[in-house]
C-alpha cells in the first residue's frame, strides 16, 4: 500500500508554508502581535501603521488555512473573534525569536558602523 504523503512531500509542504507566512511582512507583524497578546483583528489593524483590515483578513485566514492558528469565534453582539497559534503553529514563535535577534544584530551592526563612520570623521 503506497503512503498518502512522502516524507520529501511533507517536507517541501512545511517549507511552502514558512516560505510564504516569513516572505510577507504583514504575516510577521501578525504573528509578532498575537505572540504579544494581541490578538483581536480590530485591535491589530490599529496597532500597525499601513495595514488595512483586507490585508490582515486575507492574512489571517491564510494562516488558518495553513494551521498555524485558529480563529475563535464568541456568539456576542458585537461579535468578537480572537485568534491563537495551534501546536504546529508554536513552532513559529522560535522563528519570530531568531528574527528578532538578527533584527537586533543588525541594528547594533549598522548603528556601530555610524558611531564609527562618525569617529573616523571627526578624527580628520
Not at 112 to 123: A, E, W, Y
Amino acid at each position: 500500500m503506497a503512503k498518502l504523503h512522502s516524507e520529501k512531500t511533507i517536507n517541501s509542504e512545511v517549507f511552502r508554508i514558512v516560505e510564504d507566512i516569513i516572505g510577507c511582512k504583514w504575516s510577521i507583524q501578525t504573528l509578532q502581535l498575537i505572540k504579544n497578546g494581541v490578538n483581536r483583528p480590530g485591535a491589530m489593524v490599529r496597532s500597525v501603521d499601513g495595514l488595512t483590515t483586507n490585508v490582515l483578513n486575507e492574512r489571517l485566514s491564510k494562516m488558518v488555512r495553513y494551521k498555524i492558528l485558529e480563529k475563535n469565534s464568541y456568539p456576542e453582539i458585537p461579535p468578537r473573534v480572537e485568534y491563537k497559534f495551534t501546536e504546529f503553529g508554536k513552532g513559529f514563535l522560535s522563528l519570530l525569536d531568531q528574527i528578532n535577534k538578527l533584527k537586533e544584530f543588525y541594528e547594533s551592526d549598522i548603528i556601530g558602523r555610524k558611531i564609527s563612520n562618525l569617529t573616523q570623521s571627526v578624527k580628520k
